[in-house]
């Protein structure tokens, strides 16, 4: 029997503006990434999404990103390690608090975004992050890309990792994820994604854009929930999960 954690990013609403299905992602997944107020979410938003996803018995991790609302943090910033750090600390710290007063604990790490992928080939400033992680607390999780920067940071600051894979996006030879601009970039065919991640998880290869197979670490596979055919997707993955002895458990 396999395992794999689902997890999705979750809480991205602002102010008078609703993005995603919270509500109906949240029973169909495992491990809940919370933005944390700089490139989505706000403080009512945050404390809405944990009382959620304490509710439906599943786990919670801070999503943390650029300080980018309007660019929702998908576009990079020239920041500094020292800020990166300080950024991160911030935002942790902020849902850090919030859980602890709904009475749930924090599971994991994930940046968002520009943040993840920035951090996924820069080793610095994936080691500025976990650091920041590992002095708020030290048993926190870090999710990162399979193979990418952000996990072997963690390693070498003590920390446990995750790894995470996609079932709708294209990779490239060296592990990254294509770049939504490129064609092909996304996995548009649903058995194609779900095909393509039932063979992460058991033999730990991916095809590449480029048409090689690539190694690759499935702890945790990333859904999406914004509109019915994404919440669809999530129902047809977990149903060929169970027909593939993949257990669909949390970190």
């Known amino acids: 029997m396999y395992q794999i954690d689902l997890n999705s ?7 008078r503006y609703t993005i995603g299905n919270d509500d109906k992602i ?8 919370v933005a944390c107020g700089y490139h989505a979410s706000d403080p009512v938003v945050m404390m ?34 020292e800020e990166a750090k300080a950024y991160t600390l911030y935002q942790i710290s902020a849902i850090g608090g919030m859980c602890k007063a709904a009475g749930v604990k924090l599971q994991h790490v994930k940046p968002h975004g520009a943040l993840y992928n920035m951090a996924a080939k820069d080793y610095d400033l994936s080691k500025a992050i976990c650091e920041a992680i590992y002095e708020y607390d030290k048993d926190l999780i870090v999710m990162g890309l399979s193979g990418s920067e952000m996990i072997k940071a963690a390693k070498d600051c003590g920390l446990k990792s995750a790894s995470e894979v996609f079932a709708d996006r294209a990779y490239e030879e060296d592990g990254t994820l294509v770049n939504r601009r490129k064609p092909g970039a996304m996995i548009e ?14 033999e730990g290869k991916v095809t590449s854009i480029t048409g090689k197979d690539i190694d690759i670490k499935a702890d945790s596979v990333c859904v999406h929930g914004d509109g019915e055919k994404a919440l669809l997707f999530v129902e047809k993955i977990r149903k060929t999960f169970g027909e593939n002895e993949i257990e669909i458990c949390h970190l």
């Open 189 to 202: 065919d649903e058995d194609e994604a779900i095909n393509r991640v039932i063979r992460m998880i058991k």
């Open 48 to 81: 809405e999404t944990i009382q959620r996803a304490k509710e439906a018995g599943i786990a919670v991790g801070a999503h943390p990103g650029l300080p980018d609302l309007m660019g929702f943090g998908r576009r990079s910033m020239a920041i500094s390690n």
């Open 9 to 15: 990013d979750l809480g991205e609403s602002f102010g």
């Open 26 to 33: 949240i029973p169909l997944i495992t491990s809940a990434n």
